[in-house]
């Protein structure tokens, strides 16, 4: 087990200068990305596709792709170096520690194994629980994530779902073992807006109940604006803006991130909105 | 001329002319027997000329099955739908094939990638409709593809490549292009710009609206409540196969009656945190939920 002093540890990621090469063909991907994400903070890193958002994450889960790697700078998870992890540590430290979900959560489970099974799995192997335990703690976690009925999503399978139920299955999945950090891939984007509007606030309140510290990777200034403290803007594969989210929104310093401004700004619903109207009286 | 121009100014109300498209009553089902499902449910839905008309819902709603309904791809199982004047409902096969083949409706899909053949020439797919009309010299059909282009901000030297060698934004203007070539009455756009990044979409959204003109008619269809609010003037919003609210786009972003579409719009971020809290959209989704029991 890695001995991660994290209690009293308050930074929980800390990223410096990183940068990513991909081998084939040889070009750098990320370039010279670094931040901090503290304890119990709210990180959003916004960009388009190609941008380096991913891969970026997928470099402080130790997860890269085949053909795709490290080529310097550092990754601290509550201040442990994870370049020389071997295979045992991650496999410690991933749910345990950190955890991740993504944006097409049907592809993420199995559609022949009941939904309830899969959780159990999870608490088995990481957390040791015996089958009546296991059980019992998955559904904790579906009523925790809001599952209106978790006996019967016990039971159901992937296809019988909608997309937003099944984000909150791979969420409830994702903090089964009690990780202290969460990463949010683009984990609201195939989702409707109402059902979006939904599973941030379900993040906003695990955030605050369970202490987690978040990363919020998102094509939309919009989502991260939503919940983040403070904000990454990236543009192929480097960091255009960093700051406080107040501070990006209303003083941006790079021309693209005045760009995803001025988008909300003249066609989004930002100029008329009237939320008075909109509430139940 | 007055008329033109009343009809062109955005958010006006428009004169009793006939629209481009005038759906009445529609109702479409799936399945068979028991298992039969309505999946449209008297839908009553127009587009005049000059307008860029919304049609927002959630996914599952219903929106793309009305635009198939109206290109002879759904099953319509009651209702009329005129475009143009003309009564497509009740269209024989041989009357679909010469329909679509003089290309009075065009329709744009959200993913060009899987729009566009990939092994066709860029210049090539714009000039497909053509040719397919045919009557057209090499020369005709060259000029058009070009003329094209220029219209939707796409550069004459994209033509001679192919899908995969262009960006996202240039091969949906490319796709847009085709779809203009035949200078249809009215284009269906579904969610076009919602595979695109912020910058490009940005850069279709401009060029969708200079397309507006007095004799085309929009019917832009989109779950993003941004982009339609952006280039629409008037916006039906569907639920569950229904039409709930309908009405000029800014009206209904600034004072939506029907549950679900203060819901939607409640729910939708943006950059000023004037979005519903958690508690006022739960109290609103129970609202709903009991009014659709």
């Given amino acids: ?281 | 001329m007055a008329l033109t121009e009343s009809l062109t100014r955005r958010g006006s109300q428009l004169p009793d002319a006939t629209p481009l498209l005038d759906a009445r009553n529609i109702h479409v089902a799936f399945g068979k027997r028991r298992g039969r499902k309505p999946v449209i449910d008297a839908v009553d839905l127009q587009v005049h000329a000059g307008e860029i008309v919304g049609l927002i819902g959630e996914s599952g709603s219903g929106k793309t099955t009305i635009a198939r309904a109206v290109l002879g791809l759904a099953p319509v199982a009651g209702g009329q739908i005129h475009v143009a004047g003309e009564e497509v409902t009740g269209f024989s096969g041989s009357q679909w094939r010469d329909f679509r083949r003089r290309g009075v409706v065009q329709y744009v899909f959200q993913d060009p990638l899987r729009s566009l053949d990939p092994d066709v020439l860029i210049g090539d797919s714009i000039s497909e409709p053509l040719r397919i009309r045919g009557g057209f010299s090499k020369d005709e059909i060259k000029a058009a593809v070009c003329a094209q282009a220029a219209e939707v901000r796409l550069d004459e030297g994209l033509l001679d490549r192919f899908p995969g060698e262009i960006s996202g934004g240039q091969r949906q203007r490319a796709a847009i292009a085709r779809a203009l070539i035949t200078e249809p009455k009215l284009i269906i756009l579904d969610e076009p710009v919602s595979a695109l990044d912020a910058a490009t979409r940005v850069q279709v959204l401009e060029m969708l609206l200079s397309l507006r003109s007095d004799s085309v008619g929009l019917l832009y269809i989109s779950h993003d409540i941004g982009s339609v609010i952006g280039i629409t003037d008037r916006t039906y919003v569907l639920y569950r196969g229904k039409v709930v609210e309908h009405g000029s786009t800014r009206m209904l972003g600034t004072e939506p009656k029907h549950i679900y579409t203060r819901l939607l719009i409640g729910s939708t971020p943006t950059l000023t945190g004037k979005a519903l809290d958690g508690a006022q959209r739960r109290e609103l989704r129970d609202e709903l939920e009991a009014l659709t029991v």
């Fill in chain 1, 1 to 281: 087990m890695v001995d991660l002093a994290i209690a009293e540890e308050q930074i929980a990621v800390q990223v410096s200068d990183l940068r990513i090469r991909g081998t084939v063909p040889d070009t750098e991907l990320v370039r010279g990305v670094s931040f901090t994400l503290p304890r119990g903070g709210t990180l959003g890193i916004v960009g388009e596709s190609g941008s380096g958002k991913t891969l970026t994450c997928a470099a402080v889960l130790g997860i890269l792709p085949k053909q795709v790697e490290r080529s310097s700078g550092t990754v601290e998870i509550f201040g442990r170096d994870t370049a020389n992890f071997g295979k045992q540590e991650w496999v410690d430290v991933r749910g345990n520690i950190i955890s991740a979900v993504f944006q097409d959560p049907g592809s993420y489970l199995n559609p022949s194994i009941r939904l309830g099974r899969q959780i159990n799995e999870v608490l088995r192997v990481k957390k040791g629980l015996s089958r009546k335990q296991a059980k019992q703690e998955t559904l904790r976690l579906l009523s925790a994530v809001h599952l209106r009925d978790p006996e019967l999503v016990y039971d159901q399978y992937v296809h019988e779902l909608s997309g937003g139920m099944l984000q909150r299955v791979v969420i409830a999945a994702a903090i089964a073992p009690g990780p202290k950090i969460l990463i949010a891939d683009e984990a609201t984007t195939a989702l409707d807006v109402t059902v979006q509007a939904e599973v941030l606030d379900l993040l906003t309140e695990l955030k605050e109940r369970e202490g987690l510290s978040l990363v919020v990777v998102s094509h939309d200034l919009a989502v991260v604006a939503q919940i983040c403290d403070e904000v990454l803007v990236m543009r192929s594969g480097a960091v255009v803006e960093h700051g406080s989210t107040t501070e990006v929104l209303h003083s941006p310093q790079d021309d693209y991130t005045r760009l995803l401004i001025s988008e909300h700004e003249r066609y989004g619903l930002d100029r008329i909105i009237d939320s008075e109207r909109l509430a139940v009286a």
